[in-house]
């Protein structure tokens, strides 16, 4: 309990809990958009389920956190070019994110799931177990970016723990008004798969060792959230 009397600890946890914050950000849209495709009954079980997976998948990493340090490290070389665990397992996400927006805005471009509509007139959905092996892969992902940035900043397991659940925390709050906004407004919902696809590249980038600010993708993500947002309200002032 002393360190929590120093003032530095104080300061580490905010902008830790900041930073988690805004690197959930990805995780939320994602989930939001898997979340939107259940049944409507089951779509609160995956927002929650997939943030509590996150919870516990990144809890017991942090536990782990020597084994984590250790996937730094090279396993691969390939033309002079080392690739470690971490490398790889950025990459499959990166290239796993792209497929998967991708392959969202295609249908919403081609109107595929406006058309499609089932037996009793419902849109087609996915299942609930299908939508949480979606989650629990993007949050092995997301969990490693997420611990590496905590590692970075401060050496207290007790400190990164408090961050990534009142991070969590956070996210559970936010992920039903965010899911609604998304998931009934197309462009915002396009908007959001960008998003995704940038953070893809990004994360492909990252495996292969070349570092890319996550400012700047944020920077143009809510620049382009803004515009958007002036456009929706202009149409409705023309409606």
């Not at 994602?30 to 809890?59: D, H, T, W």
């Not at 927006?101 to 089932?118: A, M, P, R, Y």
């Not at 009142?166 to 009934?184: C, D, L, R, T």
């Amino acid at each position: 309990m002393e360190i929590f009397l120093q003032p530095d600890t104080w300061v580490a946890l905010l902008t830790l809990t900041f930073l988690e914050i805004v690197l959930g950000i990805d995780n939320i849209i994602f989930i939001s958009i898997v979340a939107g495709k259940v049944p409507e009954e089951s779509q609160k079980r995956a927002r929650i389920g997939g943030l509590s997976i996150a919870l516990i998948m990144r809890i017991l990493l942090l536990l782990s956190i020597t084994w984590i340090i250790g996937l730094t490290e090279p396993v691969l070389t390939v033309a002079d070019f080392e690739l470690s665990w971490r490398d790889i397992i950025l990459v499959a996400g990166g290239i796993f994110l792209l497929i998967k927006s991708t392959l969202e805005i295609h249908h919403k471009v081609e109107g595929q799931e406006e058309n499609k509509t089932t037996e009793n007139g419902k849109k087609p959905t996915i299942s609930f177990s299908s939508a949480i092996v979606q989650i629990v892969l993007l949050d092995i992902v997301f969990s490693f970016d997420s611990i590496l940035t905590a590692v970075g900043l401060t050496d207290q397991i007790i400190l990164m723990i408090i961050a990534v659940i009142v991070s969590i925390i956070v996210m559970m709050i936010f992920a039903k008004p965010v899911g609604e906004f998304v998931n009934n407004h197309p462009t915002i919902q396009i908007l959001a798969l960008s998003f995704l696809i940038l953070i893809g590249v990004m994360l492909i980038v990252e495996g292969a060792h070349y570092h890319v600010p996550k400012g700047y993708i944020y920077f143009a993500v809510f620049f382009s959230l803004a515009i958007e947002m002036l456009n929706m309200r202009y149409r409705r002032k023309n409606t």
